[in-house]
Nanobody
Framework: QVQLVDSGGGLVQAGGSLRLSCAASGRTFSSYVMGWFRQAPGKEREFVAAISRSGSSTYYADSVKGRFTISRANAKNTVYLQMNSLKPEDTAVYYC????????????????????WGQGSQVTVSS
């Protein structure tokens, strides 16, 4: 079973930046599609970003495009989410996730495609 541990959340003022990290235990990390999702209180979990196995292709939600960057370091079994120009509406618990079974495509934006999830990291953006 794959274990994911995410970290890097915290409190930041509007316009600031944070970088989230997610470390995976899997022996074949480079075969996983990796994604980031977030959930605000009272709302459904929503897609943020995803990255292909090699890191050569990415998807972003329209709400974060141009501000957030997903990347991965396969040699370190780690995926990152760099968040710049943060807004109060970015406040949520952020989760990393691993898809070990399906291929790369639009399905990477669907939370139901993912097999394993991190514990979540709180990001709070003050106004």
């Amino acid at each position: 079973q794959v274990q994911l541990v995410d970290s890097g959340g915290g409190l930041v003022q509007a316009g600031g930046s944070l970088r989230l990290s997610c470390a995976a235990s899997g022996r074949t990390f480079s075969s996983y599609v990796m994604g980031w999702f977030r959930q605000a209180p009272g709302k459904e979990r929503e897609f943020v970003a995803a990255i292909s196995r090699s890191g050569s292709s990415t998807y972003y939600a329209d709400s974060v495009k141009g501000r957030f960057t997903i990347s991965r370091a396969n040699a370190k079994n780690t995926v990152y989410l760099q968040m710049n120009s943060l807004k109060p509406e970015d406040t949520a618990v952020y989760y990393c996730a691993a898809d070990i079974s399906t291929g790369w495509g639009l399905e990477a934006m669907d939370s139901y495609e993912y097999d394993y999830w991190g514990q979540g990291s709180q990001v709070t953006v003050s106004s």
